[in-house]
């Protein structure tokens, strides 16, 4: 943590590429932040196999999606806002931190509290 600015210094943080693979990284839920602060979870639809679900009428991958105020749950404080000086840009990336016994970790998706909050499940525990 460096000290007085509620920042960390994340020295030695497991990238997704490193433990997941593209078609891996695909089956991910992931978040993205919009400019009114509201959080976008999109999960792809999975089948019985684990494997992403295909609309037979549009052959398209299907997707869950959900929007949810970060600021209405439980222990989520701050100023949650997208700001880009590029004006197409209309989502920024978001990437969620977790801990495990004292150290910060990166967490590949979006964390259990989202999830739980927007009723989309956990492609990680399929």
């Not at 990238?15 to 991910?28: A, H, K, M």
């Not at 404080?77 to 700001?83: I, L, Q, R």
């Amino acid at each position: 943590m460096v000290e007085g600015t509620g920042l960390c210094q994340c020295d030695s943080i497991t990238e997704v590429e490193e433990v997941c693979d593209i078609t891996c990284q695909g089956l991910l839920p992931e978040s993205t932040l919009n400019h009114k602060g509201e959080m976008e979870i999109k999960s792809p639809v999975l089948t019985e196999e684990g494997t992403q679900a295909i609309d037979p009428t549009t052959n398209e991958k299907l997707f869950k999606t959900a929007v949810i105020d970060p600021t209405s749950l439980p222990g989520y404080y701050g100023n949650f806002k997208c700001e880009s000086s590029d004006p197409s840009q209309e989502t920024c990336k978001t990437r969620q931190m977790g801990e495990d016994d004292g150290s910060f970790t990166y967490e590949f998706s979006p964390n259990a509290d989202l999830l739980a909050a927007t009723d989309i499940p956990d492609n990680n525990e399929i």
